[in-house]
């Protein structure tokens, strides 16, 4: 009888340690739900369809335990990926060795290289307290990142409390940029830090800026149509009696002008919205640990965060898929019409983005 009680005394002994578990497993994993969500808009923004994509940043209190648990000889690198994952940081070294041979090619020597002037220092957002680096591409979907980079250095707690002016007040945002530190301590940080920035095609990006500065224009930034647009329109518009407001054609006619310089310094820092991803980030001159691609960001943006050490405080759920897929259809569109001269000039100054990222010269719009 005795060892019957006893028995059964056992049994349910390990019916609450299981039920214990069970209720465990549930509190951690609603702990985990807790995480902040973020919307992060269509590269496109503000286009009719508002795509979604959810950026959820991890608090602080899973970091000190992950250091608990590991003696620092055991810590995990952040290197090690899942199984399916292995061939991956082949990607990406395989593009750091394209964009140092396109560097390398005379040829291109024009096209590819660039001082690391002020307006280059004045790209690159610092993170002292992670030690990153990250240069601004506009209209590749940058802001997210930004807020990603506000809430690691400490200036608001979480991506949703920053409010939506506050992302580009660089007085406000907590974000130094580059440019502010002596040349001493720029240097330190260019060769210490990691150091990232995205891409995408680079005539779709040219297409997003256009919708986003002069067609919906939703940060309501005035000058763009009222200074910029008609300052293009009157040195570059074919038909003097056209009195519509500023075409795709007359955009790209301004782009591929050789001279175009004399109307960016009339435009100022407003033309970092359309110049090279050379001219904005000096990949010849600046060693990238890692280019991600708006096209890729799916696996991109993981690989960016566990390679920057940061994943363990943000992660990337997924991205709806087909968001940040190039749109051949869409590119064709806004070059119809536009004569094959006028294209071959704007592709003989973007020459050097399609190179140096891998992107396929786009044959179909210049022959």
């Known amino acids: 009888g005795r060892i019957v009680e006893w028995l059964t005394f056992d049994n349910m002994?390990?019916?609450?340690?299981?039920?214990?578990?069970?209720?465990?497993?549930?509190?951690?994993?609603?702990?985990?739900s807790k995480f902040i969500t973020l919307t992060f808009k269509d590269p496109d923004a503000y286009s009719a369809k508002q795509e979604f994509l959810f950026l959820t940043t991890m608090p602080e209190v899973g970091k000190l335990a992950e250091e608990k648990h590991f003696p620092e000889e055991l810590k995990p690198t952040g290197k090690v990926l899942p199984d399916s994952r292995l061939v991956q940081p082949l990607v990406y070294m395989e593009r750091l060795e394209l964009i140092r041979n396109v560097c390398r090619d005379e040829a291109l020597r024009n096209l590819s290289h660039t001082a690391i002037s002020k307006f280059v220092l004045d790209r690159i957002f610092v993170c002292d307290k992670h030690k990153i680096l990250f240069c601004q591409t506009p209209k590749v979907g940058n802001t997210q990142w930004k807020k990603v980079l506000i809430v690691l250095n400490g200036a608001f707690p979480s991506i949703e409390e920053i409010p939506e002016n506050v992302v580009h007040d660089h007085e406000k945002n907590g974000l130094p940029r580059l440019s502010s530190f002596s040349d001493v301590e720029i240097q330190k940080r260019l060769k210490t830090y990691f150091k990232?920035?995205?891409?995408r095609d680079p005539f779709e990006r040219l297409i997003s800026a256009f919708k986003d500065k002069f067609v919906h224009n939703p940060r309501f930034e005035p000058w763009y149509r009222h200074e910029i647009a008609p300052g293009i329109i009157r040195k570059y518009r074919r038909n003097r009696t056209e009195t519509r407001g500023i075409q795709f054609e007359d955009f790209v006619?301004?782009?591929?002008?050789?001279?175009?310089?004399?109307?960016?310094?009339?435009?100022?820092d407003h033309i970092i919205h359309w110049v090279t991803y050379v001219e904005l980030c000096a990949p010849c001159e600046i060693k990238y640990s890692v280019i991600g691609h708006h096209e890729t960001l799916e696996d991109d943006a993981p690989y960016i965060l566990k390679e920057a050490g940061i994943d363990h405080l943000?992660?990337?759920?997924?991205?709806?898929?087909?968001?940040?897929?190039?749109?051949?259809s869409k590119v064709e569109h806004y070059f119809l019409g536009i004569s094959k001269r006028d294209i071959r000039r704007l592709y003989a100054r973007f020459e050097g983005d399609f190179k140096l990222f891998g992107y396929q010269k786009p044959d179909f719009l210049l022959n």
């Not at 002994?13 to 985990?32: E, G, P, R, T, Y």
């Not at 990232?196 to 891409?199: A, E, N, P, Q, S």
């Not at 591929?256 to 960016?264: A, E």
Request: hydrophobic share 55%; with cysteine.
């Open 314 to 328: 943000v992660s990337y759920p997924t991205i709806p898929p087909g968001i940040t897929v190039y749109n051949r």
């Open 196 to 199: 990232f920035f995205i891409v």
């Open 253 to 268: 006619r301004y782009l591929g002008d050789p001279n175009h310089r004399w109307l960016d310094l009339q435009f100022g």
């Open 13 to 32: 002994h390990h019916q609450w340690l299981l039920l214990a578990a069970c209720f465990w497993v549930i509190f951690m994993f609603m702990v985990a």
